[in-house]
């Protein structure tokens, strides 16, 4: 694996030193730019981290938690953030967004993260960039809309069906919801962040978590970065998620899946992980016992301790 070349571009410098990282954009099809941001040691391990569907590139750890040997990369997806919106995008069409990326740092080799609405798009490069993914780690990560045998909305709380069926299926629903969503983000996205459209049938345990003084913070730092050019980004990923093929099989994917979901989780059921490890061989799955959506924030330190300690 090479060291990235020197950052080329920086529009936003101010955020780029608060959140101590290098902030740079990629160049895609048609003039579409994707922002990209690294974080801690840039000779390291490369992990690239997929943020779920509320959030942006400001990952959900403070940088001195980042192992030495890690080297973390995150980014907008289309439409999030400084990434340019990119309609009718399609799962798979996350692959080719990380593969320019790892090609504009260098990077040969790397480990995918997903998380919640992230999910599905880690497994995407898992099957359709695993000449570069090494390995996935899914927590709390979503099943495609056509998972057969699967209830889909089994175990979710009914005011998160309603607010993921209004948001994908058009009509007045989902323009009440647009418009609830890009009043508060914009006037008040703290308030948001602790009472918004999630917060109402979050459990105790994903309270505490997303309590915390540091983890809150950079929620709504991410939060606020995610609402940048409005919410097309958040329709277009439940749109992509929800209505669309996905684009790839699960029982095609080579490369080592590990699957983490918490038992009390009500935002995406763990049945979701477990009809996900029933279809790919190379997989695995930890139910936790007691925690719900934000099993993440925890967790992901500990995934990383892992890969810098096994080389991955």
């Known amino acids: 694996m090479s060291a990235p070349e020197q950052n080329r571009t920086e529009p936003n410098r101010k955020l780029d030193k608060k959140h101590d990282s290098r902030l740079r954009l990629v160049d895609r099809e048609n003039g579409r730019k994707i922002a990209v941001e690294s974080r801690g040691n840039p000779n390291g391990l490369p992990v690239m981290f997929l943020h779920g569907m509320f959030g942006s590139r400001i990952p959900p750890i403070a940088i001195d938690r980042i192992p030495e040997g890690i080297h973390l990369i995150t980014y907008d997806r289309p439409g999030y953030g400084l990434s340019n919106r990119q309609v009718g995008r399609t799962i798979a069409d996350t692959p080719a967004d990380i593969a320019a990326i790892a090609g504009d740092l260098g990077i040969d080799k790397l480990v995918v993260i997903g998380v919640s609405g992230g999910g599905p798009h880690a497994l995407a490069c898992a099957a359709l960039l695993s000449q570069r993914v090494e390995k996935v780690f899914v927590i709390a990560g979503l099943a495609p809309p056509d998972a057969e045998g699967l209830d889909w909305y ?66 709504i ?92």
């Open 221 to 312: 730092a991410a939060r606020i970065e995610a609402f940048r050019q409005g919410v097309d980004g958040w329709f277009d990923d439940n749109i992509a998620q929800q209505y669309l093929p996905w684009g790839f099989g699960l029982d095609k994917i080579p490369v080592p899946v590990s699957f983490f979901h918490g038992t009390d989780d009500r935002v995406v059921p763990p049945n979701h992980s477990e009809w996900l490890a029933r279809q790919i061989p190379s997989a695995d799955l930890t139910l936790v016992p007691g925690q719900s959506h934000f099993l993440s924030r925890r967790l992901l330190p500990e995934i990383l301790k892992q890969v810098e300690a096994e080389n991955l």
């Open 154 to 219: 089994a175990g979710m709380d009914p005011a998160n069906v309603i607010g993921l069926q209004n948001a994908a299926r058009g009509g007045e629903g989902h323009r009440q919801l647009r418009a609830s969503f890009e009043e508060r983000a914009r006037e008040n996205p703290r308030e948001q962040y602790s009472n918004g459209y999630l917060s109402q049938f979050l459990t105790d345990e994903d309270r505490k978590i997303i309590n915390d003084p540091t983890i809150k913070e950079l929620s």
